[in-house]
């Protein structure tokens, strides 16, 4: 069974950094993909990062330069690191995992094809 636990969300200034973390276990790297989804107050929930079983990344053109997805396959784990931080970065993030995927494809498909959700982490930046 597919289990993804996140952690490292805070309450932060606009203009710093977090690292986000999903602890996954249940699969193995090449059979699925990973994916950061993100969900603020009153919004539809959006694709922000994914990474490949080959290790290629995409990314959506909000957080392009900001943030940076990783995967420690040691460790099992998937990163989120964020930079130079802003308001609109708010939100509750969670970490999905669907059938490996190439990463260019991930973001652009509906959200419903992520079959595993972690629990989310919340995110608050303050201007």
């Known amino acids: 069974q597919v289990h993804l636990v996140e952690s490292g969300g805070a309450s932060v200034q606009a203009g710093g950094s977090l690292r986000l973390a999903c602890q996954v276990s249940?699969?193995?790297?090449?059979?699925?993909?990973l994916g950061w989804f993100r969900q603020a107050p009153g919004r539809e929930r959006e694709g922000v990062a994914a990474?490949?079983?080959?290790?290629?990344?995409s990314y959506a053109d909000s957080v392009k330069g900001r943030f940076t997805v990783s995967a420690d396959t040691d460790k099992n784990i998937l990163y989120l690191q964020m930079n130079s931080l802003k308001s609109e970065d708010t939100a509750m993030y969670y970490c999905?995992?669907?059938?490996?995927?190439?990463?260019?494809?991930?973001?652009?498909?509906?959200?419903?094809?992520?079959?595993?959700w972690g629990q989310g982490t919340q995110v608050t930046v303050s201007s």
């Open positions: 999905a995992a669907r059938v490996a995927t190439p990463a260019h494809m991930m973001l652009a498909t509906a959200d419903s094809d992520f079959g595993f």
């Open positions: 990474i490949d079983n080959d290790g290629a990344t």
């Open positions: 249940g699969f193995t790297y090449s059979t699925y993909s």
